[in-house]
């Protein structure tokens, strides 16, 4: 099967085309102009990828990438809590997915799975544990990002109900080694660094190869029109930074950040950069998302894909930290 990635230098599309690539398919991947080659997949599998310049905004490219093509992955997107990047977010996240669905139905492509996000579900204000029946509410919990994601999983499912075969999964907040300037990955930076606060709210996390064989076996089977939460466990934020630490071996945060302190801190880094003129570090979003309290179910998945199971978020995190030290300490 000749399938074709878009989003293949993002951190999760790499990790797709690897799964892709070791499974014995045949990949295609589509990357912007001026991406850098992901070096945290090894060279010997991006050699056997087809890698073309493009775009999902672009609909010439996207005709192109699709000849001769059977299936599509759809992960390319934009991930930030930043309001300097929502133009370009919500265009890339929903018109660049209903420029995927569209292409896919015109070109008779079999098959299309399209990485959504946990964050397309919505949060909850209270605690609660979501599973793929929840409908989306809009509230004042959901960042941008959210609704960018939920927008786009809307085009996703318009396109099956006009004949597209696939299925849509959400990941929770994905873990794993990458460039850990960018994307989830800069946890990982954060702790090394020794980072001194934390928070208390609560979060799905999944490691990245997890995430990778969930779409590369739903690719491969027959089930259509569902989605999936692909979740490996609920961590309050706390945990998960401890947890890094004691990977790195350094110090574990220590000073709690109450959510009048997030509010705080955002608007001093906002204010910061106007001086600077670097992006902050924080924003009003980010502040919420890391005292919301939300928990994801991730039972549906392992019920339809027999062969399917989650890594250990422990085990993913010192497997990580390694890879990390490997990388970035010598």
Excluded at 177 to 203: K, L
Aim: with cysteine.
């Amino acid at each position: 099967m000749n399938v074709l990635v878009t989003g293949g230098t993002g951190f999760l599309g790499a990790y797709i085309i690897r799964q892709l690539i070791m499974g014995g398919y045949r990949v295609t991947a589509l990357r912007r102009s001026g991406s850098t080659s992901p070096f945290f997949i090894e060279p010997s599998i991006l050699s056997q990828v087809t890698w073309l310049e493009g775009d999902v905004l672009d609909l010439g490219s996207l005709e192109d990438a699709m000849q001769n093509t059977d299936a599509v992955i759809h992960a390319a997107a934009i991930v930030s809590f930043h309001p300097a990047d929502r133009q370009l977010m919500y265009s890339t996240n929903v018109q660049g997915t209903a420029n995927v669905v569209n292409t896919a139905i015109e070109m008779g492509i079999s098959r299309v799975i399209h990485v959504s996000s946990v964050a397309a579900l919505g949060r909850t204000e209270k605690g609660e544990t979501v599973d793929e029946s929840k409908t989306w509410k809009d509230n004042r919990i959901n960042t941008h990002y959210a609704i960018s994601k939920h927008k786009a999983e809307m085009e996703m499912w318009r396109g099956m109900a006009e004949g597209l075969s696939g299925a849509i999964i959400n990941p929770s907040t994905i873990l794993g080694y990458g460039n850990w300037h960018n994307s989830s990955c800069a946890i990982f930076r954060n702790v090394y660094e020794e980072f001194p606060w934390y928070t208390n709210g609560v979060n799905g996390f999944v490691y990245v190869e997890d995430v990778a064989r969930a779409a590369v076996q739903l690719l491969a089977s027959d089930i259509n029109m569902e989605r999936f939460i692909v979740n490996g466990d609920n961590w309050t934020f706390h945990q998960l930074l401890t947890s890094i630490a004691n990977g790195f071996g350094k110090r574990p945060p220590y000073r709690e950040a109450t959510p009048l302190m997030g509010q705080l801190a955002w608007r001093i880094e906002k204010l910061k950069s106007y001086f600077t003129g670097k992006k902050p570090l924080l924003s009003s979003e980010s502040a919420k998302v890391a005292h919301s309290r939300t928990m994801f179910d991730n039972t549906k998945l392992l019920t339809a894909v027999k062969d399917f199971s989650y890594t250990p978020l422990e085990f993913a995190i010192t497997r990580s930290c390694e890879q990390y030290l490997q990388q970035y300490s010598r």
